[in-house]
């Protein structure tokens, strides 16, 4: 009797990316991209914020070619779910540059969704060398984060490696650290 042998499919590692198809403007191809770095709309109004930061490996370099996507409420806490709004609030940029390796989205500073929430912004990370995509959020460190129900599910001692630090006014710096000691917290969704 033959037996049927059944061999599992080998994984592909995440990336590397056409950055002229996802991240085009950051390369300077001259076409339109589905999204870029800039959330922000002249026909918008809200706190304009910048958030900068890098995506670091386990020995500690920076990523240059690294993805990160944000999907985060407008001021007023609304998501952006029938596409009708002025404020898409979804971005995308590489890490790569030619003057800073990492990522620095321009946007508004979100509102709270609801009553047990902080305002935050949704992060998806893609790598090379990734199995799968990685999902954290980002907390601002002028905001009461003490309410938000999902922040108080993560150990007090890791709480900090999900809060961007407030650096100039509109302006916050926040690491991906995607291993080591200091690894970010990720979430499964």
């Known amino acids: 009797m033959k037996k049927n042998i059944f061999l599992q499919t080998s994984s592909q590692t995440v990336?590397?990316?056409?950055?002229?198809g996802l991240?085009?403007?950051?390369?300077?191809y001259?076409?339109?991209?589905?999204?870029?770095?800039?959330l922000r709309n002249k026909n918008f109004e809200g706190q304009e914020i910048s958030i900068k930061g890098k995506v670091i490996d386990g020995k500690g370099d920076p990523l240059h070619d690294a993805m990160i996507e944000i999907w985060?409420?407008?001021?007023?806490?609304?998501y952006n779910?029938?596409?009708?709004?002025?404020?898409?609030?979804?971005?995308?940029?590489?890490?790569?540059?030619?003057?800073?390796i990492g990522f620095n989205f321009l946007t508004y500073k979100p509102g709270k969704i609801n009553e047990n929430s902080a305002p935050h912004i949704n992060l998806t990370v893609f790598a090379r060398g990734m199995l799968n995509h990685l999902f954290t959020?980002?907390?601002?460190?002028?905001?009461?984060?003490?309410i938000d129900e999902i922040l108080l599910q993560v150990e007090p001692k890791l709480r900090p490696r999900l809060i961007a630090e407030k650096t100039n006014e509109g302006e916050y710096y926040?690491?991906?650290?995607?291993?080591?000691?200091?690894?970010?917290?990720f979430f499964d969704i």
């Open 174 to 185: 926040f690491d991906i650290i995607l291993q080591g000691e200091n690894e970010t917290v």
């Open 81 to 100: 779910t029938d596409q009708e709004s002025d404020f898409l609030g979804f971005g995308r940029m590489g890490t790569g540059g030619e003057d800073f």
């Open 72 to 78: 985060q409420a407008d001021p007023q806490g609304n």
């Open 137 to 146: 959020r980002l907390y601002f460190s002028d905001e009461d984060n003490d």
């Open 23 to 28: 991240t085009a403007q950051q390369y300077k």
């Open 30 to 38: 001259d076409f339109p991209s589905l999204a870029t770095g800039n």
């Open 15 to 20: 990336g590397p990316f056409f950055a002229y």
